[in-house]
């Protein structure tokens, strides 16, 4: 008897189908301007290059089981695909979700996380068509030195404001993650690549041990 597919089991298998054809495309762009301009690549440094990104193979795992949970099925092939995950993708389903009021991992939850994903792969798309075209004309504003400290702090004013939300709905959980946070920060200053999946995988922990805790407390 043939089993039926439930509604994760199609996004996946349209996930995976479209994730390689995309995949596909883009290993076939250097081999097409390879047979069109004959022009072969020193594959000596191709294979050292590669060896040398083995490093990050745990840390994309790592990325993984961070921000699927948060963008979840067909927002994760999407968000993986296109880039920009933390600094845009992720916040932008979170926030879809808090502003439609969906459950996370709901089917509803899974139609706004992808519509939000989306919308803001065409959004980025568009901007940065637009930046390359007038890239030139505003060159002296971008550069201003009152500007520039602005622009240097977006990142953390967006994620700031994000964690606030969070942060005020279960604040017993904030102080560990948070004081490992500044502690990493400060000590080895380590990059947004590496620091938040290790804080993510603190943060999942300590809520495990605080749930178990709670149930400890209530027999």
């Known amino acids: 008897m043939k089993k039926e597919r439930n509604y994760n089991d199609i996004n996946h298998l349209y ?3 479209f994730l390689a054809i995309a995949i596909l495309i883009i290993v076939a762009i250097p081999f097409i301007m390879w047979i069109a301009l004959d022009a072969a690549p020193d594959f000596g440094i191709i294979l050292t290059s590669m060896l040398s990104l083995i490093v990050f193979v ?3 795992f ?3 089981v961070t921000y699927a949970p948060m963008l979840g099925t067909t927002g994760t092939y999407l968000g993986f695909f296109t880039g920009n995950l933390v600094n845009l993708k992720v916040p932008c389903a979170v926030n879809a979700r808090e502003l439609a009021g969906v459950e996370h991992g709901s089917k509803e939850g899974e139609i706004v996380s ?3 994903v989306a919308t803001s792969t065409i959004v980025t798309t568009v901007i940065i068509a ?3 075209i007038l890239l030139v004309p505003l060159t002296p504003v971008l550069e201003n030195p009152v500007l520039t400290p ?3 702090m977006a990142f953390t004013a967006l994620f700031g404001a994000l964690a606030y939300k969070y942060f005020v709905k279960d604040p017993d959980l904030v102080p560990i993650p948070l004081a490992l946070a500044l502690l990493l920060q400060g000590t080895l200053n380590l990059g947004t690549s590496v620091l938040i999946p290790v804080c993510s995988i603190v943060s999942i922990l300590f809520a495990y041990w605080l749930f178990k805790k709670g149930k400890k407390l209530m027999k």
């Open 62 to 64: 790592i990325e993984v």
């Open 114 to 116: 992808t519509i939000s």
């Open 150 to 152: 602005a622009f240097d």
């Open 130 to 132: 637009l930046g390359v």
């Open 15 to 17: 996930g995976r189908i």
């Open 58 to 60: 745990v840390g994309g």
